[in-house]
């Protein structure tokens, strides 16, 4: 048995179970988005069981964010982000909960609909939607502009939707035609008027990054009571991606000096400098200046310079780092993210 405690709180109801008409006694999943504090835990241990099939949801805490949403012993974990989980690997299930860092979205479904979906043969992943995800695009300015226009309601605010030009900077910035906008420059844009965020754009220089929603994704969420964030986007189309770094030491080691510094985000991080020519370190592609997001698939969120050193050496041989560069690094502080 393998238990997972995720330091994962929740301030968004869930869709209400819903029974389904076929006769068959088979539920429909539920969705939960649980935010938490750094401090706080999701309240719940997900378990993979002898003679029990799927992610099991465990020893939910009394009180805690999932039992006061709604998360019920037994419940099997179908999708973490909109992304399907019931086929995939126990720990990869489990690190992609750590990697959602205080966000999380879960798809549920009760344990009994979940066995006799099983015994009836269906396919799980139909049962759930499409892609459910909000995205994250980070357009440039051309000399035609940033390729979109936005339509409001007359009279009201926060609610724009985007017009775009075919082939224009936004298109090939993955904006979907006909979205909704809802941040700007990692700002909500609830309060705004038309005014005001055509004011915002034209203050954003030659760059800006939208998060936006298809009205299909829009639906969903708010049928479900359930806030967008930009924690749950779909990040693939931005310019900036974080590394994985997988490193065997050789004979003079890793070939790296890790060291602590301040962030330009703030706090304190831990970075990477002296990177040897021709050893391992650069051999994998880090870089000097590249800060370490994660080791080993752990997140290192809250460890000082000898915990991160720690976890760096508890495999003799070889280590895997999750990093990002500079620019990469004070983009997504730009973007709250």
Known sequence: K???????????????????????????????????????????????????????????????????????DGDRLLQVNGHFVDHMDHLRVVQKIKASGNQVLLA??????????????????????GDIRPR???????????????????????????SVLQDGPADRAGVPAGCWLLELNGDSVKSYSHTQLTKKLKQSGNKVTLLVASSAVEEFY??????????LADTSRLPFKARELHLVKGPAGY?????????????????????DVGLPAQQAG??????VLAVNGESIEGLDHEQTVHRIRAREDQVTLLVIDPAGDEFYHSVRL
């Open 255 to 275: 070939g790296f000096l890790l060291k602590e510094d301040d962030c330009s985000s703030g706090g304190v991080g831990q970075f990477l400098w002296d990177v």
């Open 108 to 129: 549920v479904l009760d344990g009994d609909s979940y066995e006799a979906a099983k015994s009836l043969g269906r396919d799980l992943s139909q049962m759930l939607p």
């Open 2 to 72: 393998f238990e997972f405690n995720p330091k994962l709180g929740i301030d968004n109801p869930a869709l209400t179970l819903t029974e389904d008409t076929d006769g068959e006694g088979v539920g429909e999943p539920r969705f939960y988005l649980l935010t938490k504090e750094s401090t706080e835990t999701f309240g719940f241990c997900l378990h993979e069981e002898l003679g029990c099939h799927g992610h099991v949801i465990r020893q939910i805490e009394l009180g805690g964010v999932a039992q006061r949403r709604g998360l019920q």
């Open 286 to 291: 880090m870089k000097e200046g590249d800060r």
């Open 136 to 162: 994250l695009c980070h357009v440039t300015r051309d000399k035609s502009g940033f390729g979109f226009s936005v339509s409001c309601p007359e009279g009201t605010k926060g609610t724009f939707q985007l």
């Open 222 to 231: 708010r049928l479900r009571g359930l806030r967008v964030t930009a924690a």
